[in-house]
């Protein structure tokens, strides 16, 4: 309030004076009224970050809170020996949890979310803003100036400037980058599968434990049976259940809490002298081999930090960090000690060490909510591997899948059916298959602590180029991570033939398919841009285009976001006729987390107004979808015909031949045009009013009648503008066709043999059976248009 009241004083606008009089004739319990409110929205705030802390649990924690159902049977898989092995193995599992899941990401990994998004390629759509590493060349300046498209600035003299030109010079580095994404995002597919598989079993696991007589194969199929009802209601969403998820996973980690506590205090209260760092000396060398191996149980404790990160959502970092240091940190201390406890007197029950050291009164009930919490966990998961998914296929390196928003109030809860369906599959084969919690244990971590050293990779040049670390912090970061998680590496590594075989063939088929397909449409794209029509010859053909311009409206889809397609030169070649206006389409992605409605469209003109040929960029995000309405189309219109309007509008006060007024219109101009604009169309308003003729060889005036008439006079002008809306009009409602391209890549006859398998075999195979765009634009069957062309790489 006193800075308030001094800035009045010292202000030079009249209605200072009064404004001051006015606080001092109020009255005091007034004054105290305002001090009470601004205190209730400081604590207002606080209690909205506890809440959100509270259903972060839900989401981001489910994972991680049901590591305590596997991990000790994972590590002694034929009974502890020795007390020491359990106070050691209790050792390391408190030591995990404190460098991997506390200190490396819940307090470093998270501060790298683009946006609020996590996950591998939300770091990697954060290093491609910093550094020109995306290998698909299809940005623009432009595209610099979203407001979502958020970088630092880098000294030209810095370690970070040096290491950013060190990976923009050469194309091996981009490649490495590029490729060591992939192997991340193919261990959190294989976490898709492999966490419901192993949370879900170990749940249901229960069951014998308390019944003795019951059969292996009745646990497996009552595995199997929550899996199959798990994945066949994903076309839901968790719209509508997820309120449920932050209570149910609340009341697991103060159950596994509580229980842990007794049994501490039940059992062996001595298990607590594990917080020594000694006793993990004294495990390793007594151990030899057997004990080096058993790391590979010991990872499974920390399994769910990488889910943590991807499931980052819409969470602010300080609400994750709170749920964890609170609840989840010292509940999963509390429950993994409890167990030791437990095992010190009962060497021999490794194996069902969780459910054997519930006590029996509330045995049952705590069964159900690790049925629930495991479902949840699997939920979370399944998830993330949708959403990274989604990530994959806007970056250009995942083929087109059908992707369905379960949400309207939510953006990041989308549903993929096809990959639903092969998760599903693929976790059934998993349970069913392995049969075992210990094989698929192997699985599970081979799959974790590789996507745990890709981020480490991944993070340090974050640390270099994002935020400018000083190179000891960075050094101090990797050598801690990298001593750690090669240590979990090394120990999994002995276990490849135990089930850890699993996820690196999963990974691997789904590498394969995503790198020929990035491949492929890298090369695509390539052809595309080496082929593009000269404006010369465009020119060269005037106005008609040598052909019949008939009424109507062509909208030529096109990868280039510059530039005229070779598409276009193969239509007017093999056909006598092309449409009054010209509509070149280009749908792209940026590595942002989303663009806002309002910057979403660019739209340019090509060649002189006579040509009535126009280019339209529409921008997306990863997190973006291109919805399958109408929306789009009209849209696009509505650019258009704004564009016309701006552009003759400023006609007469441009003196350059080239003009572009992104990211410079004022709000009155952009009101005043919409206004003007209502009765041409229908559309939304929410679109970008950016206008460019930077890639236009010729001079927006250029010497035909038409524009001369155009700058000599305001009401001619106006007179032109008006004339032109009403042919874009009358052209549209004569009908609006969607032409396509349909290229087909070839390897060449001289080409290596793995060349032509990718090529040939495995590219047309994925091209077959993904989506056509006619489909994801949603462009009626009779108003589209295909053109056929091959090219050999």
Same mark, same amino acid.
């Given at each position: ?34 001090? &009470? ?31 305590? $159902? ?19 193995? $209790? ?21 790298? !979310? ?19 590493? &995306? ?58 599968? $492999?966490?419901?598989? /192993? ?10 434990? !308390? ?131 437990? $095992? ?83 976790? /059934? ?30 993070? /340090? ?112 070649? !093999? ?12 749908? &792209? ?45 009209? &849209? ?158």
């Amino acid at each position: 309030m006193a800075s308030r009241v001094e800035s009045d004083e010292d202000g030079d606008n009249k209605g200072s004076m009064w404004d001051l009089d006015q606080k001092l004739d109020q009255p005091m319990d007034e004054e105290a009224g305002r001090l &009470k409110n601004m205190y209730r929205e400081k604590k207002f705030s606080a209690l909205l970050l506890l809440r959100l802390a509270y259903q972060s649990l839900g989401v981001v924690y489910g994972d991680l809170g049901t590591s305590p $159902l596997y991990v000790f049977y994972n590590t002694f898989p034929h009974g502890a020996k020795d007390r020491e092995d359990v106070i050691g193995a $209790l050792s390391l599992i408190i030591y995990s949890l404190t460098l991997v899941p506390l200190l490396k990401y819940v307090f470093i990994v998270l501060r790298a !979310n683009d946006n609020g998004q996590g996950g591998t390629f939300a770091l990697y759509s954060l290093l491609c803003r910093h550094a020109n590493l &995306k290998i698909i060349p299809n940005q623009h300046r432009t595209d610099e100036e979203l407001t979502t498209y958020s970088r630092a600035t880098i000294h030209e003299r810095s370690f970070a400037a040096k290491t950013k030109r060190w990976l923009e010079t050469h194309a091996f580095n981009k490649n490495s980058i590029l490729i060591l994404v992939l192997v991340g995002t193919c261990m959190v597919i294989g976490d898709g599968i $492999l966490t419901p598989a /192993i949370s879900v079993l170990s749940a249901a696991g229960g069951i014998k434990v !308390n019944r003795p007589d019951v059969d292996s194969g009745v646990v497996v199929l009552v595995a199997v049976v929550i899996l199959v009802g798990l994945f066949s209601l994903q076309h839901y969403g968790t719209d509508r259940v997820g309120w449920l998820f932050a209570p149910i996973v609340l009341l697991w980690f103060l159950l596994i809490g509580g229980i842990g506590m007794y049994n501490i205090w039940n059992y062996d209260s001595s298990v607590l002298k594990a917080f020594s760092p000694i006793y993990i000396y004294r495990y390793l060398r007594r151990g030899g081999r057997e004990g080096w191996t058993s790391l590979g149980g010991i990872l499974l404790s920390i399994t769910g930090t990488e889910a943590l990160f991807a499931d980052l959502a819409h969470f602010p970092v300080s609400s994750v960090q709170i749920a964890f240091t609170l609840v989840v940190f010292p509940c999963l201390l509390l429950a993994y000690s409890g167990q030791a406890a437990y $095992l010190l007197l009962n060497l021999d029950h490794t194996k069902d060490a969780f459910y054997r050291s519930i006590p029996e009164k509330i045995y049952w009930p705590v069964f159900v909510v690790a049925t629930a919490a495991a479902i949840v966990a699997s939920q979370a998961t399944i998830t993330a591997t949708f959403s990274i998914i989604k990530q994959a296929l806007a970056h250009g390196c995942f083929p087109r899948v059908k992707v369905v928003h379960t949400s309207k109030n939510f953006l990041g809860q989308i549903y993929i059916p096809d990959m639903n369906w092969i998760l599903m599959i693929l976790c /059934i084969a998993v349970t069913a298959g392995f049969k075992n919690q210990n094989q698929i244990g192997n699985a599970y971590g081979t799959a974790v602590v590789l996507v745990m050293l890709v981020t480490t990779l991944l993070m /340090i040049l974050i640390m270099l180029l994002v935020w400018h670390c000083h190179w000891i912090l960075v050094v101090i970061f990797t050598l801690t991570s990298l001593v750690v998680e090669c240590t979990y590496f090394s120990a999994v590594l002995f276990k490849v033939d135990q089930g850890g075989w699993a996820p690196l063939v999963i990974a691997g088929v789904f590498f394969i398919i995503m790198y020929v397909w990035h491949y492929g449409t890298l090369k695509r794209y390539e052809f595309e841009m080496h082929s593009k029509v000269s404006m010369a010859w465009v020119l060269g053909l005037g106005p008609s285009l040598g052909l019949v311009r008939v009424p109507g409206v062509g909208l030529v889809y096109t990868e280039l976001a510059s530039g005229v397609p070779h598409i276009f030169s193969h239509f007017i070649t !093999n056909l006598p006729a092309i449409h009054s206006v010209v509509v070149f389409v280009c749908v &792209k992605y940026l590595p942002v987390y989303t663009v806002p409605e309002e910057e979403r469209f660019l739209v340019k003109r090509i060649g002189p107004k006579n040509f009535h040929m126009f280019r339209c960029v529409a921008r997306y995000g990863y997190k973006d979808l291109h919805k399958k309405d109408d929306d789009f189309e009209k &849209k696009l219109f509505h650019n258009l015909f704004v564009f016309v309007k701006l552009e003759s509008m400023m006609e007469g006060f441009s003196d350059s031949d080239e003009y572009s007024l992104y990211g410079q219109q004022t709000v009155e101009s952009r009101d005043a045009v919409l206004n003007n604009n209502n009765n041409d169309n229908t559309a939304s308003s929410n679109v970008d009013l950016s206008i460019s003729t930077v890639d236009s060889i010729v001079p927006v005036r250029s010497p035909s009648p038409v524009n001369i008439t155009v700058q000599s006079s305001d009401r001619v002008s106006s007179h032109t503008e008006v004339d032109e809306l009403e042919f874009l009009n009358n052209c549209r409602d004569a009908g609006v066709v969607h032409i396509l391209g349909n290229t087909v890549v070839r390897a060449r006859r001289d080409s290596r043999f793995y060349k032509k398998i990718a090529v040939d075999y495995i590219y047309a195979f994925l091209r077959k059976i993904c989506r056509e765009h006619s489909v994801i634009f949603n462009i009626p069957h009779e108003s589209l248009l295909n053109v056929g062309q091959i090219f050999y790489v």
